[in-house]
């Protein structure tokens, strides 16, 4: 298959068969979402994944089409290319082009097993309810409750006040069953005992080796948030504690990255990643938990369900319950 003919068919069906992969409408105004920049250049160096470069000739219609394809289901550019790749890789193994077989093995995404365990501490395949809370107050509360997962995302450019909040937090955990995850201040989870730090993407391109080293060997727990392929990837790289997807539906507690990704797209993520952790996050309530469960994440984590509730202990209880149901 080599001509741009075949590259319309192979795009074609890729659509036909994969319509609900494109990423879901939201409401109102187009928001400005604030996807972080993925240079391909700066993705091989930091992940060691070599895109399919070149192509084997024979087929880059197979390569071509899958790429317009993705586009047009809303994929970014780099996502799009590392997918073109994978469905040229997946139709090699298979010894043919299978429009039906949306690309899921790691080895047709160029990825390895993770066979050394060199990667961070691990954490419990399903964490279960994970509550993204803003303050020790809010920690101190869930952790009395007994949610099994939570996460400081304190918000201050004072950093004695930070500090503050983050080791009330784990002393407010201290003799509880709740893992206590920090947002973002590594060092400070590192001094004061948390279970684990969570990071964003920004993070993964601006910490050092050194400091990776420094995270690792204190035992701490990483987590990554993702958005799509290529950040799963880079997050792979790491082989953390956990990976997180969104965001799954729309959300106005914090700027997207992205276009809300949807379950069907959740579903392809997290069989990829399926050897990891997995956190689906954004815009979920308990009436979705059954859906977003189906998907194979072993954990959800909410935000506003339980912050704007008007009793969050009793709200933070159904949560549970939906996740892990009472026998």
Not at 155 to 171: A, G
Not at 203 to 214: F, I, M, T
Not at 271 to 286: E, F, K, Q
């Amino acid at each position: 298959m080599n001509s741009p003919a075949e590259a319309l068919v192979v795009e074609k069906e890729i659509l036909t068969h994969h319509a609900a992969l494109k990423t879901q409408a939201v409401q109102g105004a187009a928001p400005a979402f604030c996807a972080h920049p993925s240079n391909l250049e700066h993705f091989k160096n930091t992940t060691g994944i070599q895109l399919l470069d070149p192509v084997p000739k024979e087929y880059l219609s197979i390569f071509e089409g899958a790429r317009q394809a993705c586009a047009k289901l809303e994929f970014v550019d780099l996502d799009s290319l590392i997918l073109a790749g994978a469905w040229v890789r997946q139709t090699m193994r298979l010894g043919q082009f299978i429009a039906s077989q949306w690309p899921s093995q790691r080895v047709d995404f160029g990825l390895k097993s993770h066979t050394d365990h060199s990667g961070f501490a691990s954490c419990p395949q399903k964490l279960g309810l994970y509550a993204v809370l803003a303050n020790a107050a809010f920690v101190s509360r869930m952790a009395r409750v007994g949610v099994p997962t939570l996460q400081l995302r304190f918000k201050s450019d004072d950093v004695y006040l930070i500090e503050k909040e983050i080791e009330h937090c784990v002393q407010a955990c201290t003799g509880l069953a709740s893992k206590l995850f920090i947002n973002d201040h590594w060092k400070l989870a590192i001094k004061h005992g948390a279970y684990g730090v969570h990071l964003g993407q920004e993070d993964v391109g601006a910490l050092s080796r050194e400091d990776w080293a420094q995270i690792k060997v204190s035992g701490l727990r990483l987590g990554i948030s993702t958005h799509g392929y290529s950040e799963m990837i880079r997050a792979d790289a790491l082989q953390p504690s956990y990976i997180a997807m969104g965001a799954v539906f729309p959300t106005t507690l914090k700027k997207m990255q992205t276009p809300p990704q949807g379950l069907a797209r959740l579903k392809q993520y997290a069989t990829l990643m399926r050897d990891y952790p997995l956190v689906a996050i954004g815009g979920i309530t308990g009436g979705d938990f059954a859906s977003v469960l189906e998907t194979g994440v072993g954990s959800i984590a909410v935000v506003r369900e339980i912050v704007q509730a008007t009793n969050p202990e009793e709200k933070a209880r159904l949560l549970c319950n939906l996740l892990n149901p009472e026998p």
